[in-house]
């Protein structure tokens, strides 16, 4: 296996952090010499001597690739010890995000990094296995039926419907330890779990197994030793990743460095529903699932084992065969037919206030006459009339603009040649208030189809109608308001 840049890069950061002699032991200690004979520059004096080195390195080479990975072991092993000395948890502290980084790295070109050594991922695969032959094959959910009891209570008992899988998938569960019943709910949880066939780890468990367990060992094991981490969102998880607080804070750093790298390695998940109190800002807009819904149960275990939900189709080899319409030649002397001809405004006066023989208010029913002109049989259209919003009583009723209001109707049966059509009626209303502004309104009909567009405006006075108590009918432009 090899060895690849970026890997080079993310190591070449770090020792270029150390001591020029602590730099020159790390290779020289492991039989790597500088054999390039250029003066260091008086900038950058350490990441030039690594570059060095690595200049020396035949990266095809199996015993140099073998001795660079183990100069890799010793810098993690370095930082290691600095991690320790300087205090794990702590909130300054620079060294845990880089084990972790180096750690993830390795895991992405194939390498496992343990106990001072690295070696490759199959052959630490194969000794985990032959440390665990006695592993049982666990039952694991593949149906759709719900879990009888809801996520935010679950106990030590539930099971779901499960069928077998031979390699059940390492989950490690990671919280924030809000309080005595919050942990129990997590602890239930990964119970559940297990119950379910997924080989389910946290915390409390694995301090159990041992009597001084090693904390960063622990963590750094849980992104890069799991298949799968679930991440549990809660409000005081939300507090301490936003400050960068401890142990959470440690672990988010690397969740949010990694979670692009790795898309299909984290889940998020919720006991308490979702919303902005629980979701950290760097993974605002990443699904969560709502364990507080049993359905949700199910959707946890398809990614669980990376399953899909739907089976679609393969892509077939043919795509439609379309018709391509052709244009008709261009004439600028033929301007285009309107579809439909707006044949007039029609309007009923209604309700009429008067007062020392002048107008009050007055209101209007009114609809529009539409004729069929395009010599085709249209398959439905769509009206828009506009007028202004003081018109009407309460513009909030339409779709308005501030200044104009407009309905929009939709009619789906068929227009034959020369056929009428009318719109749906309005009611407008004018009163003492609005009648000059009224006198210079306009109201603007546009009627669309498949096959173009009619537009007309009608000036508000020559089309509103006013009545006079001895039934007279005379239009706005001739009518007295006080």
Not at 110 to 123: K, R, S
Request: net charge negative.
């Amino acid at each position: 296996m090899k060895i690849s840049n970026r890997l080079k890069s993310k190591f070449e950061d770090i020792l270029a952090q150390f001591t020029k002699r602590e730099i020159s032991n790390f290779f020289e200690d492991n039989d790597i010499e500088n054999v390039i004979e250029e003066a260091l520059p008086d900038g950058g004096v350490r990441r030039a001597l690594v570059k060095q080195y690595y200049k020396s390195i035949d990266w095809n080479n199996p015993t140099d690739v073998k001795n660079v990975l183990q100069v890799f072991a010793d810098i993690i092993a370095a930082r290691e010890k600095h991690n320790q000395d300087y205090g794990f948890g702590a909130i300054d502290n620079p060294y845990t995000e880089q084990i972790e980084l180096l750690i993830i790295n390795l895991r992405k070109d194939g390498w496992v990094y343990e106990n001072g050594t690295i070696t490759p991922i199959e052959v630490h695969t194969q000794q985990e296995q032959e440390v665990n032959l006695n592993v049982s094959n666990n039952p694991v959910v593949t149906t759709t039926e719900a879990a009888t009891n809801a996520t935010t209570n679950i106990s030590a008992d539930s099971e779901a419907p499960s069928v077998t899988k031979t390699s059940p998938p390492k989950v490690f569960v990671t919280y924030s330890w809000d309080g005595p019943e919050h942990e129990k709910k997590v602890v239930d949880f990964t119970n559940f779990l297990r119950k379910n066939g997924f080989n389910a780890e946290l915390d409390k468990k694995l301090i159990q197994e041992q009597s001084a367990i090693n904390f960063g060992k622990m963590m750094h094991q849980a992104f890069t030793d799991y298949d799968k981490v679930i991440i549990v969102l809660s409000i005081d998880y939300k507090k301490k990743a936003d400050q960068f607080m401890g142990g959470v804070g440690n672990e988010y750093t690397i969740f949010i460095n990694d979670i692009n790298d790795s898309p299909k390695k984290y889940i998020l998940v919720s006991f308490e529903g979702l919303s902005d109190n629980i979701t950290p800002i760097g993974i605002k807009g990443r699904e969560i699932v709502d364990l507080s819904k049993v359905e949700k149960q199910q959707d946890l275990f398809y990614k669980l084992l990376d399953q899909p939900v739907y089976e679609f189709a393969e892509v077939a080899p043919c795509l439609p065969v379309l018709e391509t319409r052709k244009l008709a030649e261009f004439s600028p002397s033929t301007p285009p037919k309107e579809p439909f001809e707006i044949v007039k405004f029609l309007a009923t006066s209604g309700n009429a206030n008067i007062s020392a023989s002048k107008y009050d208010s007055v209101e209007n029913e009114c609809f529009i006459e539409l004729r069929n002109t395009s010599g085709k049989t249209i398959d439905g259209f769509s009206v828009e009339i506009k007028f202004p919003c003081y018109l009407v009583e309460n513009p909030y009723e339409f779709t308005h603009d501030g200044e104009n209001c407009t309905i929009m109707t939709d009619s789906s049966s068929k227009v034959y040649p020369d056929q009428k059509r009318y719109t749906d009626k309005f009611i407008i209303k004018v009163t003492s208030r609005n009648y000059h502004k009224a006198l210079n309104s306009v109201i603007k009909a546009s009627i669309y189809s498949e096959i173009g567009t009619s537009t007309k405006e009608f000036n508000l006075k020559d089309v509103f109608i006013t009545g006079k108590p001895h039934g007279e009918i005379e239009y706005l432009a001739d009518a007295e308001f006080n």
